[in-house]
């Protein structure tokens, strides 16, 4: 089983900080919600970002959208082996449900997560996404998996299919990728985890990373042969 953690995400509502500012008003007016009760967007919210620290890297659910998108639509999540897990800045964590259906729609996907951020389970009919106050560490302990792989442009150089080597495929493998644009994580990952792995000499986006990192762990254990031999 592979548990994938995309950690740090820059997935929040918006900051009491900066909710007085006319353009968040002026949206949270369009949008009839509260200021507070947006998702920060760094794309609407840019003026108002200013004012926050770290204003250059948060506000970006676009992210997180695109990550779950393509991690929920793999053969692998589909043969049940992938568990998908949203750690946030704020130490907020969704878990995903692996037959959940996410809005492609950004604006939709956007009004879930408000939903979400809000009631603490989305949708309200069906939940597949539930939030709750966790830490990465948090989250670990309780997965207690036998091998944590963090990738990193800090970490040691090596094969994506490399990193799965010497496990079956009834262990427990967590890997953890950046939610974040640029920047180094928040939570303590050296500490946290087993190894830090570079698969690449140039920076990779998150969901590039995380399309490797899954398809690597196909390969390993041979699900497209599986799949294909039906």
Do not use: W
Request: glycine fraction near 6%; charge should be positive.
């Amino acid at each position: 089983m592979l548990h994938l953690v995309l950690a740090d995400s820059e997935l929040e509502q918006v900051p009491r900080e900066i909710a007085n500012h006319r353009v968040i008003q002026r949206l949270a007016r369009r949008r009839g919600r509260r200021p507070t009760e947006l998702l920060l967007n760094s794309s609407l919210h840019f003026p108002a970002m200013r004012r926050l620290p770290d204003g250059d890297r948060r506000g970006r659910p676009d992210i997180v959208h695109f990550c779950l998108l393509l991690a929920l639509d793999t053969p692998l999540n589909r043969e049940g082996l992938l568990r998908v897990y949203v750690h946030t800045r704020h130490d907020k964590l969704i878990t995903v449900d692996p037959s959940a259906r996410l809005p492609r729609m950004f604006y939709r996907f956007e009004g879930l997560m408000e939903h979400l951020f809000l009631t603490g389970v989305a949708p309200p009919e069906n939940p597949l996404l539930r939030l709750e106050d966790a830490s990465l560490a948090v989250l670990l302990e309780r997965l207690k998996p036998k091998k944590i792989v963090v990738f990193s442009d800090r970490g040691q150089r090596r094969l994506c299919r490399a990193v799965y080597s010497g496990l079956s495929k009834e262990d427990e493998v967590c890997t953890i990728v950046g939610g974040f644009p640029r920047g180094d994580f928040l939570s303590d990952v050296d500490k946290l985890s087993d190894e830090l792995v570079c698969i690449d000499p140039e920076l990779l986006r998150a969901p590039t990373v995380i399309s490797r990192a899954i398809y690597a762990y196909e390969e390993t254990f041979r699900i497209p042969e599986l799949r294909l031999g039906r």
